[in-house]
């Protein structure tokens, strides 16, 4: 009880304090900017509205008095995106401080962890935006600048949230260690633990160094670019939403592109699973002769290069010389233009990916193999049939396989670009039929060089296989079987 009575009462006034802090960030963030009835006009600076209304004129005066002025256009673009990112982050915080006064444990826990991480990212966001104003202010004196009235107000209140960040992150800290101390999970590491520590850390630094560098910074980019007018020769400008917009509003191509990449995953998806289901499902029979040779045979295209192989596909599929179409012939079928013709050429790539479901074969044969041969003998004792095992035994016990088939094979579908791209000569095909997403998005990037435009395609590509996701996870519970309950989920 007395562990229980602790906790309880340091979670509640560590929660007072964190919600205490968060508003009062609200308070310096909105209130003052509003400055309703002139109140505290003193501190007027402090306030992120302010701040950010001063940075757009700043921007508006680049762009209409000044347009050869590019110095700055970049700054006033990061400075207005990581203003949007603290009201984010502390929408995010006050969200999560709320959760906190649950009276479920793992929801409290919850509740600490995003508000310690949302406090870090609030922190290193207003010490960017410290930087970049202060480097800002510095070009503009040196390059005489101040004199045609552009200057760059100090946020005073960042200095403020810095230190509000700080505390909040430290009193997550204090609070779990505090806690963990009363619960008696505390141990303090001898100096060989952290030795090791230290050594564990230093064999990991590449990865971490190389995910941060070419992984973590680019996506943070990305995301800064989609909101940003960037054609590469010139200096980032502030968009807004205008991308997202005129791509919803405004873009055909992004209409046709989604059509045809929606197409493509509905139609290859569940054709290449069946095909690598049965395929499995014949490797399986232990009674055929020459499995080895039939499996190395079906997972041979899997390993091939994808140029080669598309290069080979354009050929078997020449509407004239084909290999495809003169087997038709035989049976006195006239083959279709395939690639040349708008109808024919999805289905040409529903082909090729058929052809190429080797991978998944195998690793529904892995899942067939594994399952019990006692399932079947019971079956059989109960009379169950051929059909009847396949339904009520080996898909079920099959099923996390399945779906992890399924979940890649949507992912994959989504992003498809290289056999497009090479089929059609990077052009679309005909009536821009083989215009997939990926492949218009590397269009707009590469040949129109509109990297803010393609930024936002791509955020947009994840939201949707994000959502996809999401919904196949959700679906999941109901079809799904873990051997081990509902706890393996």
Known sequence: ????????????VFAYIIAGLALITFFFLFIPGM?????????????????????????????SSYPDIREFFA??????????????????????????????????????????????????????????????????????????????????????????????????????????????????????????????????SPYIIGFIAFTGLPLIFSFFSSFTYYNITAVQKWYGLNNFIKL?????????????????????????????????????????????????????????????????????LDPNAGLLNNFLQIFGIHGPAWLYDAQW?????????????????????????????????????????????????TLPMISPTLFFVMVTGISGAFQVFDSAYIMANGTGGPNNSLLFYNLYLFNTAMADQQMGKASAMAWILFVIIMLFTVIQMIGSRKWVYYEGGSDKK
């Open 1 to 12: 009880m007395k562990t229980n009575n602790v906790e309880k009462k340091y979670l509640k």
């Open 35 to 63: 400055n309703p009835m002139k109140f505290l006009p003193q501190i007027k600076e402090w306030s992120y509205l302010h701040f950010l209304n001063n940075t757009m004129k700043v921007d508006k005066l680049f762009v």
């Open 75 to 204: 700054s006033n673009a990061i400075l207005i995106f990581c203003g949007y990112l603290v009201g984010i982050f502390l929408v995010a915080q006050l969200i999560f401080a709320i959760l906190m006064f649950s009276n479920r444990p793992a929801t409290k826990a919850k509740g600490l962890m995003f508000v310690m991480i949302f406090s870090v990212l609030n922190l290193i966001t207003n010490v960017m935006i410290m930087a970049v104003v202060y480097g800002a202010n510095s070009s503009v004196m040196e390059l005489g600048y101040e004199k045609m009235g552009i200057q760059y107000e100090y946020p005073a209140g960042a200095i403020v949230f810095t230190v509000i960040g700080l505390v909040q992150f430290l009193l997550g800290k204090f609070y779990r260690r505090r806690l963990m101390i009363e619960k008696g999970l505390y141990t303090k590491m001898s100096r060989s633990q952290k030795i090791e520590n230290i050594k564990g850390y230093a064999f990991i």
């Open 248 to 316: 919803f509003t405004a873009d055909d191509y992004f209409w046709k592109s989604l059509y045809n990449t929606g197409w493509y995953v509905i139609v290859s998806v569940p054709l290449a699973i069946i095909v690598a289901m049965i395929l499995a499902l014949l490797m399986n029979m232990n009674h055929i002769k020459g499995l080895r040779f039939f499996r190395t045979v079906y997972y041979l295209p899997s390993v091939l290069s994808g140029v080669a192989v598309f290069l080979l596909w354009q050929w078997v």
């Open 345 to 393: 050429t999805k289905p040409a790539l529903v082909l090729m990916k058929i052809w190429g479901v080797g991978g998944s074969t195998v690793i529904l044969l892995s899942a067939l193999q594994s399952v019990p041969q006692e399932l079947y003998e019971a079956g059989s004792i109960d009379g169950a049939t051929g059909f009847s095992k396949f339904f009520k035994i």
